[in-house]
């Protein structure tokens, strides 16, 4: 699952095979190139200043020596102990992306999960803006995500009826006798407020109620993309629920070795290497740069990878023939020729929801072919991209379950990684382990405990994890379940007319056997579409072994 795929029309687009790239110094305002290796994008690489992608951070020593993936050097690797002071890397003091802006609906409470934080998200429209509370009311602990919006615009506990504003300020308790004390104006009758802020199409919050950090986004910002915002590129959005922890998830991500094998069928990787297998596996470069508490950056052979933590982490494809320039220091300088090629990211923003829980979003912004996503409904993208999560999704829960079973600092002995196309997955276990003690701090929310292994229908459930959460596959699904419905409806009518019509023109054989082929094409198209609408809104098997 390294790589979601964009679909043309109804065929895959995205390919992620990566070529060579360079970096510079974060701290300096720089030029990241990419292109795509899709010969379909033929792109050239896209400019991502500091001062455009900015990134709040901590200065901290960083190596310039390149992760080694020989085995005899691995243990050393792992070696560096866990900082606990000024290195440890704080998961609660950064911004986290919820949802995507364009799935949420302005009617009603929506209740997520992030960082073990039960929060219900709300549109107040006296601010203008979505609000982000603990999902708990100070009443009874009723869960405000099942509430609703008032008529002067609160959200309003269904329990009892408290009712609170976008400041989490309880505004009437309608128990609370109007001539007695004003109980509604107790500090323990608010809701809890978290700072959240839209940036990129998102909705980000920031994972601590303290009123120290009430007015946190006036001096800090979650890292911003400028091309989420750009007209000129197109950023089709998706999300889903995963079940299988944010380590696992990340890692995942950043392993492109896994395609050919575990997405055979759905997505591929071009190479024009002699040595590939039957499904197109072969040697893939990547060697990682940089590594430090703000994350690290990896040249790959046909690209480059970053990794900001806590949730970003993106890929840019390059063209096999270069784009740029490269100067005496190594980094590839830009030219106006390739500025005006085509440009793409693959990013994926990956939230830890709890143990054993995760939550991706997804977007390929580029700068081309935005007529595609004009053309093509949003669901139909979601349809390919969600078989590309589940053809992994239970070997990876299964996997999970191992890894915790060896335990958290027994990452590099569990496994055996000998070649450099597991260097993001290593960059990334180490960035783990040293500025998190090999695992996330859940605070006092959890022990680590993973939940059990329910039947394979239920894991690989796609109506829950992504249909409930997007507004384009639940608009979608609705429509074709009625057409489903109005079907055979067509067909039973089209029986009862041709056996009630005795004269006239529908008497005529000719007609009356169109009207029976055409009862037996709906009864046939609802069998169909009954079985594509449980195929892809509701569960998807992949049988590796049968393909």
Known sequence: MPTLQVLSSSSALIQTRFHKSSYQNPSSCSSIPFNNANPLMNSSFLKISESRFKISSTSSSISSEPITNNPSSLENEFQEEFKEEEERFDWFSHWYP?????????????AKRVMGLDIVVWWDRNEDKWQVFDDSCPHRL???????????GRLQCVYHGWCFDGAGDCKFIPQAPID???VNTFKKACARAYPSLEQNKLLWFWPNTDPQYKDIAAKEKPPYIPELDDPSFTSLMGNREIPYGYEVLIENLMDPAHVPYAHYGI???????PKLDREGGTPIEINV??????????KQDRGYNRFIPPCIFYASPNMSSGSGSVSSDGSEEETPEAVKKRQMLLIFLCIPVGPGRSRVIWTFPRNFGQWIDKVVPRWVF???QNLILDSDLYLLHLEEHKLIDAGYTNWQKACFVPTKSDGLVIAFRKWLRKYSGGQ?????KFKGILPPTPPKEQLMDRYWSHVVNCSSCRVALKGLKILEVALPIVAVVAIGIVAAVKHGFLASMAVRISIVTLAVLCFAASKWLSHFIYKNFYFHDYNHALR
């Open 267 to 273: 997505m591929r990787l071009p190479s024009k290497s």
């Open 440 to 444: 996330i701090d859940w605070g006092t």
């Open 289 to 298: 740069q940089r590594l430090d508490k703000t994350g690290f950056f990896a």
């Open 142 to 152: 009723a869960p405000l995500s099942e509430g609703r919006i008032d008529q002067w």
């Open 382 to 384: 979601h349809v390919g």
């Open 98 to 110: 919820i949802i995507p802006l364009c799935d949420l609906d302005k009617r009603v409470p929506h």
């Open 180 to 182: 007695g004390p004003k």
